[in-house]
C-alpha cells in the first residue's frame, strides 16, 4: 500500500490537527520520500515509519510537537539536518537498520538539544573503533545510546509505567489490607461464636443429666412401689392361708 493512501486511511475520520499518534510501518513510498504527510499534522506526538523504504527526510514537513520518531530499517545515510529544522522537540530516534556509516553524518543532531535517546542497532557506523564513546562525545544531550547509557545501565522502559506500578501496588496493599480486616473481624465473630455455641452445649449436657436423675428417680420410685405392692399382696395371701388352716383345725 501507498504511503500516502496509508496516512489516509490511519486518520480513521479524523482530521490531521487531531491526530498525537501515527504509524505506518510496512507501506511503500513510491520514491523514496515521505508522501501524504504535511503541515497539518501540527498536534503529532508520535510518527512510526518503520521499513517504508526512504531513502531521504527531505519532505518531512515541520512537526513542532514529536517527540518520538521511529525510521528503522530504511535506506536513509544522511540528510538528517532536517530533523532538526522541522522536529526540534525530538527526544527519541531512531534510525537502526539505515545506511548511516560515519559520524559525520549525525553531526547535525546535534542541534536537537532535547534528544535523549537514540537507537542506531544494525547500521554500518556500530562498527567503528570506539563507537559508543564517539557518540556521547559527540551528542553529549544524548544519554541512552542503543538502549543503554554511557555506564550501561539500561535504559528504563516508561517513567509513566513505573507511577502505574506504583499506584497499582499501593492500591492492591489496600484491598489486601481490607480484606485482612474483614478476615479478622469474621474470625472475632467465631471466636465468641464458638464460646457462645459451647457455654450452650455444656448448658445442655448439664440439664441432661438433671432429666437423667430424676428420671432414675423416678423409675426407682415407681419400682419401690411395685415392690411393696407385691409384699403386701404375699402378707394378704399368707393372713388368708393361715386363716383356712385354723378353720380346719377347729374341725
Known amino acids: 500500500m501507498e504511503m500516502k493512501k496509508r496516512i489516509s486511511l490511519e486518520l480513521r475520520n479524523k482530521t490531521p490537527a487531531e491526530v498525537a499518534e501515527l504509524v505506518v510501518d510496512n507501506c511503500r513510498s513510491s520514491d523514496g520520500e515521505i508522501e501524504g504527510l504535511t ?40 540528510s538528517l539536518e532536517t530533523l ?51 557518540i556521547f562525545e559527540l551528542l553529549p544531550q544524548v544519554t541512552y545510546l542503543d538502549g543503554f547509557d554511557a555506564e550501561d545501565n539500561e535504559a528504563p522502559d516508561s517513567e509513566a509505567d513505573d507511577d502505574d506500578d506504583d499506584e497499582d501496588g499501593e492500591e492492591g496493599a489496600g484491598q489486601l489490607g481490607d480484606y485482612e480486616e474483614e478476615e479478622e473481624e469474621e474470625d472475632e465473630e467465631g471466636s465468641e461464636g464458638g464460646e457462645v455455641g459451647l457455654s450452650y452445649l455444656m448448658k445442655e ?17 415407681e419400682e419401690g412401689e411395685e415392690e411393696a405392692d407385691v409384699r403386701g399382696e404375699k402378707r394378704k395371701r399368707d393372713a388368708e392361708d393361715e386363716g383356712e388352716d385354723d378353720d380346719e383345725d377347729d374341725d
Open 39 to 78: 503541515d497539518e499534522f501540527k498536534e503529532l506526538e508520535f510518527l512510526s515509519m518503520v521499513n517504508v523504504g526512504l531513502t531521504s527526510l527531505a519532505k518531512l514537513p515541520t512537526l513542532p510537537k514529536l517527540r518520538k520518531l521511529e525510521l528503522s530499517d530504511n535506506n536513509i545515510s544522511g
Open 84 to 134: 532538526a529544522e522541522k522536529c526540534a522537540n525530538l527526544t527519541y530516534l531512531n534510525l537502526s537498520g539505515n545506511k548511516i556509516k560515519e559520524l559525520s553524518t549525525l553531526e547535525a543532531l546535534q542541534n536537537l538539544k532535547n534528544l535523549k535517546s537514540l537507537d542506531l542497532f544494525n547500521c554500518e557506523i556500530t562498527t567503528l573503533e570506539d563507537y559508543r564513546e564517539s
Open 205 to 221: 449436657d448439664i440439664q441432661d443429666e438433671e432429666d437423667d436423675g430424676d428420671y432414675v428417680e423416678e423409675e426407682e420410685e
